[in-house]
């Protein structure tokens, strides 16, 4: 969530698309760095509403790619993030590559929940003698702004998105509870600390789940070990309070896109859905995806004007970037000939 709020301070939007295919990146005299999902799959085209919502590896690095270690690390320490202080991070940052405390991260989902405020832990609220006089007393302010609060709600529609997370998590899955919640998950690759972190519009709650010693769990990740804790804890902390729905700031816009380019959806397109932006971030551009291609029926080539009329023909493909035809051709969509 740190990484892609940076994002979308950069201009990414929800329905920003990204190519969820293996990737090496480079790593100066290093191999290259290679992520790979928790499922050990490519998903292709993906949006950013289901890359978050369903912890893909890949997009999130290539996310923190676009906007480089020193942009996320400044959004991680606005939002209260101290503990990442080396100075050889790397793209696996955004996965979990620098240790952080629980306390930490909680802090900075609840900035999240307070529509980008920032509030910092505090363990005494106040003090008195024994009779009765205030001594001491923390301050109840709402905190710091750190976040523009369009971005913060950004994060929470996507994270309390139970559509989003089913093609990982499934439906009527331990994320959800019998109100409004927006929660994320965690596991790093050894199975040492498994964690979820989620909220209310009223209350934010961190678990970890692992071995005191720090050793290895059995393949015990973050949705099995952590999750249902949080989720039972939630459940009974909040069961007599009242049901509140997330906050929704001004100055946002929804728009149907096409559900693989993220663009307007035209009539090409597979069934579209609703997706909510800052305003003026939405696409304006129709789907360049989805689209019927003029072929020469004698060449197989694309038609061009020595093309007789009657000899061309309309044929529909899923375009992809050139730097992706041979992961489309190797998925069953075929990309049209390039030259005329």
Known sequence: PVTYAAAFELGWTPGTMIMDITTEFPDGANPPYVPHNHDKKEHGPVLVRGALARSLNIPAVKALQFVTLPGMLEVAQRLGIASLKRPDYGLALTLGGGDVTLLEMVAAYGAFANGGFRTDPVAVLRVQDSSGKLLEQASDSLGTQVLDPRH????????????????????????????????????????????????????????????????????????????????????????????QE??????????????????????????????????????????????????????????????????????????????YRAWAEANGKPQPPTDT
């Not at 038609?303 to 529909?316: D, E, G, K, L, R």
Request: glycine share 8%.
């Open 152 to 243: 913060a709600y950004l994060i929470t529609s996507i994270l309390s998105d139970p559509e989003a997370r089913i093609p990982t998590f499934g439906t009527n899955n331990v994320l959800e509870l019998s109100r409004p919640a927006a929660a994320k998950t965690g596991t790093t690759d050894d199975y040492r600390d498994a964690w979820t972190i989620g909220y209310t519009p009223d209350l934010v709650t961190g678990v970890w789940v692992g071995n005191a010693d720090g050793t290895p769990m059995v393949q015990v990740f973050g949705s099995r070990g952590a999750a249902p804790i949080w989720h039972n804890f939630m459940e009974e902390v909040l069961r007599d309070t009242p049901v």
């Open 246 to 323: 997330f906050s929704v700031p001004d100055g946002l816009q929804t728009v149907e896109i096409c559900p693989i380019s993220g663009k307007l959806r035209s009539d090409k397109c597979p069934a579209g859905r609703q997706e909510v932006f800052v305003s003026g971030t939405a696409p304006t551009e129709p789907c360049d995806i989805h689209v019927d291609v003029q072929l020469c029926a004698v060449s197989g080539r694309q038609a061009s004007q020595f093309c007789p009329a009657n000899v061309i023909i309309s044929q529909y493909f899923e375009v992809y970037p050139v730097e």
